[in-house]
T-cell receptor, first 118, second 113 residues
Framework: GAVVSQHPSRVICKSGTSVKIECRSL??????MFWYRQFPKKSLMLMAT?????????EQGVEKDKFLINHASLTLSTLTVTSAHPEDSSFYIC??????????????FGPGTRLTVL | KQEVTQIPAALSVPEGENLVLNCSFT??????LQWFRQDPGKGLTSLLL???SQREQTSGRLNASLDKSSGRSTLYIAASQPGDSATYLC????????????WGAGTKLIIKP
């Protein structure tokens, strides 16, 4: 149980285009989803937290107009990288949580999406 | 501001050895600490979660300890195998945070056959 999928697993796009990444919780309802970005040999960087039915909360320094997050349902969140630039190339990971309280919830992680912008 | 540090950044040991990975954090006000495994180009697998009230957790050949007052955690791997080769990440959930995890940069472990 508690499986999170991401699609696509790998995407290559041209500069200026937009790319959508999907994150799905397959066998549970995720009230909260998280989007992370990971640079080589670096820590995961939390980009934003989204709760179903409400606007995402972005971390400081993350452009909300560039990284559009939609948490459309309890099983699906999408991250759209708009007008992609080569510096947006990275590994993007989503995770899903099942509750609203911080002390007991566990985050389940997706397999990640490798984005390469040419 | 909570900061998480993992030392060493990389470690290579022969198969069969017992080893310890270290994680330190600057603020002891945490809900829990987790250890994760990440294989190259892959997502994260949660290995062990230690609540702030606990001292250790065990799963198979893995044992994680937590000393909250000193801001330290260790992940002990017994009888290492080549399949243990991966990057190991620790993350803490600060008290008062809304789910947020603060991550270390990881230790890349290579087990030589």
């Amino acid at each position: 149980g508690a499986v999170v999928s991401q699609h696509p697993s790998r995407v290559i796009c041209k500069s200026g285009t937009s790319v959508k990444i999907e994150c799905r919780s397959l066998d549970f309802q995720a009230t909260t989803m998280f989007w992370y970005r990971q640079f080589p040999k670096k820590s995961l960087m939390l980009m934003a937290t989204s709760n179903e039915g409400s606007k995402a909360t972005y971390e400081q320094g993350v452009e909300k107009d560039k990284f559009l997050i939609n948490h459309a349902s309890l099983t699906l969140s999408t991250l759209t990288v708009t007008s992609a630039h080569p510096e947006d190339s990275s590994f993007y990971i989503c995770s899903a949580g099942t509750g609203r309280g911080p002390s007991t919830d566990t985050q389940y992680f997706g397999p990640g999406t490798r984005l390469t912008v040419l | 501001k909570q900061e998480v540090t993992q030392i060493p950044a990389a470690l290579s040991v022969p198969e069969g050895e017992n080893l310890v990975l270290n994680c330190s954090f600057t603020d002891s006000a945490i809900y829990n600490l987790q250890w994760f495994r990440q294989d190259p180009g892959k997502g994260l697998t949660s290995l062990l979660l230690i609540q702030s009230s606990q001292r250790e957790q065990t799963s198979g050949r893995l044992n994680a300890s937590l000393d909250k007052s000193s801001g330290r955690s260790t992940l002990y791997i017994a009888a290492s195998q080549p399949g243990d080769s991966a990057t190991y990440l620790c993350a803490v959930r600060p008290e008062g945070s809304n789910y947020q995890l603060i991550w270390g940069a990881g230790t890349k472990l290579i087990i030589k056959p």
